[in-house]
C-alpha cells in the first residue's frame, strides 16, 4: 500500500482558521454547524491500481478538552471528472469520539459508507480527477459532541500501486 496526502485548499460555511497542536493547519467546526474545507482538485496518481480499493483518513481533534462519550457525523463529497464529465457522489458517516476526549489525543477517521473502504474497486479509471469536500454537519442530531471539532486541511489516501516490475521474456 501506498499513502499520499489531499491537501485541503479553501473553507466553506463558518470553518474557523485553528491548528491540531501547534502546526497541523486545520478548519474548527462548532455543534450546530455544517462547515469543513474543500481539498485542493488533483489528478489521480500515475501509480495507482484502479482495480484495487482505497481509503480516505482524517485527523480529527476537540479545540478543547470534553467529558462524555459522544459522536460526530461526517460528510465526504466526491466528484470525479472523466472525459469531459463530472460524477459525484457522497456519504455521511457517524463517528464513535472517545470517552473524555482531550486536546492532546486526536483521533483518525476511516471515511467509508459503512463498507470498510471509501473507494472500491474499479472506481477510477487511469485519467480521472479527483475533487473533494470534507465536513462536519454539526446540526445533525446525531452529532452530539458539544463542541468545536477540528478537521485537519488534508486526508491521508492509501492505495495499492501498480505492480511496477518490468518481466522479459
Given at each position: 500500500?501506498?499513502?499520499s496526502?489531499?491537501?485541503?485548499s ?14 497541523i ?8 454547524t ?8 488533483r ?39 472523466r ?25 483518525t ?61
Open positions: 500500500m501506498t499513502s496526502p489531499v491537501f485541503g479553501r473553507g466553506f460555511g463558518i470553518a474557523t482558521l485553528a491548528a491540531i497542536g501547534s502546526t493547519d486545520a478548519r474548527g467546526v462548532a455543534l450546530n455544517d462547515a469543513g474545507f474543500y481539498m485542493l482538485p489528478p489521480l496518481p500515475k501509480n495507482i491500481d484502479p482495480s484495487r480499493p482505497s481509503y480516505l483518513t482524517a485527523l480529527l481533534a476537540p479545540a478543547t478538552n470534553a467529558v462524555g462519550t459522544y459522536t460526530a457525523v461526517l460528510q465526504l463529497l466526491v466528484t470525479l471528472y472525459a469531459n464529465t463530472l460524477l459525484e457522489s457522497s456519504f455521511t458517516q457517524t463517528v464513535q469520539l472517545p470517552t473524555n476526549w482531550l486536546t492532546t489525543t486526536p483521533v477517521a476511516l471515511l467509508d459508507d459503512g463498507s470498510g473502504v471509501t473507494f472500491p474497486a474499479a472506481t477510477f479509471h487511469p485519467d480521472d480527477w479527483l475533487g473533494l469536500r470534507f465536513m462536519r454537519l454539526g446540526s445533525q442530531i446525531l452529532d452530539t459532541f458539544p463542541a468545536t471539532i477540528l478537521l485537519a486541511m488534508a486526508l491521508d489516501w492509501t492505495y495499492s500501486p501498480r505492480c511496477q516490475l518490468i518481466c522479459c521474456p
